[in-house]
């Protein structure tokens, strides 16, 4: 089926329809078969015409975009009058006609294509029956001087906007050369275009009111590419001065190079009521994106200046109370006194801009622009052809995909009911060899991937019953442990067992370290025990009915739960609420049925926070804060502890405990704990580095199959190094978590195993053979050596 293709101009879009081709040829033959059946593997539409009469009435119906006249044989029409016929008609300005000629003998001279031009052909194509030879000769033109074509045409709308805008605009060239003006600019200055085309603008008379320097202030600033707005005198045909509000825009053209410069113009009247200073006003604020790096002095305006209605409202004059009660309601909304913190601080900026030299106001202008970006904790990676590796795994981790929708579903949720679940165990009655591996789970060392193997696969119930236990959740929840048992049974039931690495045992795993976390003096003196509570549990389901795949997939398919979730923090924002939809479902496993609402309302609060910290668009975010608001204080603290006499103050103890304080701890705990794998012991961190790789294959291979847009290109199972993608997660996410909580928590084991993790990934990197041969692998593999091989 033809469909329609899209092209841009700037920030237009333009719709193209499908390319169509006529056809002029006396008789039928290979020839024109061949362009035939070219255009229908093309999917351009075609027409047929034998005279020339009929190819310019076809034409004049169609208005076709390329048109191949033969001119092979004179006898039946001449092909030159053919053209000229066509030429002469007004659709035809970008119209691209071929001739096709016959071929030149191998003994003859090469002739001029010159005659052909001045007969005003486009192309020559020479005989060739061949099909594609003919479809490479259409796609060529299509691609080339049709879209480009389409483009010039599609410029003509430009200019008729600019033909009745109300603001004066001038295009110069590079050289300041008077290209265009519109009709505004001519009734604003007095003059006729005509005698100004083609003038430079030194050529024009200035006005004598404009400080001695402005010229060069505004040259210099524009020359760099970056966009000038403020006050500016200029001086009409007439003679008289004229102040106008001038914004003078830079075009990056071929080669990257400045082309032409854009000013927008408009009067500048005292009954505006504004209140500029000119140096205030005259703002270099450029840069590549000079219009964002205008928005504080816009901002400005509109924060500390009366509203000019007649400057940004439409000119009719049909509606003047409409426009009046409009921006009287926008002139109160900027008044307003509720203000975000970001928002003082960027007042605070634009106040010091006022009074600072060119160069300072300059760099505020580049902070400010900062400051906008809603990615204020996230670092800026190298290109993607440094460090692809880390490029692909940011990207698939830190977004939330292309936002295609397509007509992919993805639902989850098995809704498991408590009939299907096997028959609860009690704490007391777990086998001997299970109740001995528990016994290890105080430790760091403790091996998970035993525990799995011993429950088959069902960890989570037993590690569970354990820990909840030692931390006396029943108690403080006041529920049974069967109820415990059943909710556990339930969570665990849905996780994904087919997943390689989001399933109930990657679940145990981040609840083993959440336990081992919440056990160390630092963080249990921080928190009360509603938060260890709110922790376990959060660990417990943060990733509970995890499909296997990332959110930017999710996204990307267009499943049921991105739409719900509006693309955003998808599958944690899923996790939380089935696992409160599981919980209270039903009351054999409602943990939370005998808690007043005032504590379960701050617990469900607390678990969601915890669940939705886990998710990485905002890892940095939670890090940094984490880093500035308790690991800096608590340092200058202790700082000040150590060099003051007597007996050591509560200060740090209360400084920990404050509500906003123990957030963070929260937050930063459960990220620490989701994503320790590289902080294990050796050997399960390269088990657990082949499960995640593994599954990224997966999603890698699903994307290919569905024509998704691949998250992740370097996790192909054919071709990625597991060893530099472990490289760039510990460079890029881990070092620099784990050194500000074991700053905090005090984890000398754990980073130990990080450093002798990273320098095995390492050695494994630098010596470029063969995973499978390092690990000494068998042909019976696990997903980890799987991915490793």
């Known amino acids: 089926m033809v469909s329609a293709t899209e092209e841009c101009i700037g920030p237009m879009r333009l719709a193209q329809d499908p390319t169509q081709v006529l056809l002029v040829f006396a008789k039928e033959d290979s020839q024109s078969d061949a362009f035939w059946w070219a255009c229908d593997r093309a999917g351009f539409k075609c027409n047929i015409s034998r005279t020339p009469d009929s190819a310019v009435e076809c034409f004049l119906d ?15 029409f001449e092909a030159e009058a053919v053209c000229k016929l066509i030429r002469a008609t007004k659709p035809s300005e970008y119209t691209i006609i071929l001739v096709v000629v016959p071929k030149i003998p191998s003994d003859s001279e090469e002739p001029s294509v010159l005659p052909l031009l001045c007969a005003g052909f486009s192309r020559r194509f020479v005989e060739n029956n061949s099909v594609s030879a003919c479809y490479n000769e259409l796609i060529q033109i299509e691609q080339g001087e049709v879209r480009s074509n389409f483009k010039l045409r599609a410029c003509n709308s430009v ?67 970056k966009e000038w707005q403020g006050i500016y005198y200029a001086r009409r045909k007439s003679g008289e001065s004229i102040q106008q509000h001038v914004k003078i825009t830079p075009v990056i053209g071929q080669g990257g190079r400045i082309r032409h410069f854009v000013s927008i113009k ?61 921006y009287s309601s926008m002139a109160r909304i900027h008044s307003m006194t509720i203000e975000a913190p970001i928002t003082k601080v960027i007042n605070i900026i634009n106040a010091a ?43 698939g981790l830190m977004s939330d995909g292309l936002r295609r929708l397509s007509g992919n579903e993805y639902v989850f949720s098995k809704n498991i009911s408590q009939s299907q679940l096997a028959m609860p165990v009690t704490l ?27 429950t088959h696969k069902r960890p989570l119930t037993y590690l569970g019953l354990k820990i909840f236990a030692s931390f006396r959740v029943c108690e403080f929840l006041n529920c049974t442990e069967a109820t415990l048992r059943s909710w556990l049974q339930v969570i665990e039931a849905n996780y994904h067992a087919s997943n390689s690495y989001h399933n109930s045992t990657h679940a145990a795993d981040v609840l083993h370290a ?107 975010e939670h890090v940094n804060k984490f880093v500035n608001s308790i690991n800096k204080p608590m340092a200058a603290i202790d700082e000040s502890s150590s060099n003051s006499e007597g007996s050591e103050t509560e200060g740090p103890a209360s400084f920990r405990n404050s509500p906003e304080n123990r957030l963070l701890i929260k937050r930063m705990m459960i990220k620490c704990a989701d994503v320790a794998n590289p902080c294990r012991p050796l050997e399960l961190c390269i088990e657990w580095a082949g499960r995640i790789s593994e599954e990224y294959f997966a999603q890698t291979d699903e994307e290919k199959r569905q024509g998704l847009p691949v998250v992740m290109p370097v996790f192909d199972r054919n071709t990625c190094s597991v060893p530099k993608s472990q490289i760039s997660f510990i460079d890029y996410f881990i070092t620099d978590m784990f050194d500000a909580w074991d700053a905090f928590a005090s984890l000398p084991g754990l980073m130990e195993h990080l450093a002798e993790n990273y320098k095995y990934w390492k050695s494994l990197d630098e010596m470029k053979c063969s995973n499978t041969v390092l690990l000494g692998l068998e042909s019976n593999s696990s997903p980890a050596e799987r991915a490793l091989m």
């Open 159 to 225: 200019f008729t906007a600019l033909e009745h805008c109300q603001e004066a605009v001038e295009i110069t060239s590079e050289d300041h050369i008077i290209q265009y003006v519109n009709p505004a600019f001519e009734k604003m200055m007095g003059y006729h275009k005509g005698e100004l085309i083609g003038k430079e603008l030194t050529e024009l008379p200035k006005s004598d009111k404009n400080r001695a320097d402005l010229l060069d202030t505004i040259n210099t600033c524009i020359r760099k590419g």
């Open 428 to 454: 007391s009655d777990i086998p001997p060899s299970i109740a001995e591996l528990l016994e290890e789970e105080h430790r760091w060392e403790f091996n998970i991937l035993e525990l799995e193997a011993a």
């Open 266 to 326: 408009r009067p500048h009247s005292d009954n505006n009521k504004h209140v500029h200073k000119l140096s205030r006003e005259e703002r270099c604020c450029g840069g590549e994106n000079s219009q964002s790096d205008c928005n504080s002095l816009r901002y400005k305006d509109r924060r500390k200046e009366s509203i000019d209605v007649r400057s940004i409202s439409s000119r009719s004059s049909d509606a003047p109370s409409l426009q009046n009660r409009r």
């Open 62 to 76: 169609k208005h076709h975009e390329i048109v191949v006249i033969d001119g092979r044989h004179s006898r039946y």
């Open 514 to 620: 959440t336990a081992y976390f919440l056990r160390k003096d630092k963080v249990k003196s921080s928190l009360d025990q509603l938060d260890e509570v709110a922790a376990l549990i959060a660990a417990t389901v943060h990733d509970v009915d995890h499909p296997g795949r990332t959110n930017s997939f999710l996204c990307n398919a267009g499943s049921e739960l991105a739409l719900l979730y509006n693309d955003t923090a998808v599958l944690e924002s899923h996790h939380a609420a089935l696992a409160f939809q599981l919980t209270v479902r039903d009351v054999k496993c409602n943990i939370f049925k005998n808690t007043d609402r005032a504590r379960f309302r701050t617990l469900r609060q607390s678990i969601i926070d915890m669940v939705l910290a886990t998710e990485m668009t905002r890892h940095f």
């Open 353 to 395: 801009q006022e009074s600072s030299p060119v160069t300072v106001a300059e760099a505020l202008d580049r902070v400010l622009e900062i400051l906008r970006t809603t990615e204020l904790y996230s670092p800026q990676l190298a290109s993607k052809e440094d460090d692809p590796h880390t490029n692909d795994l940011v990207g």
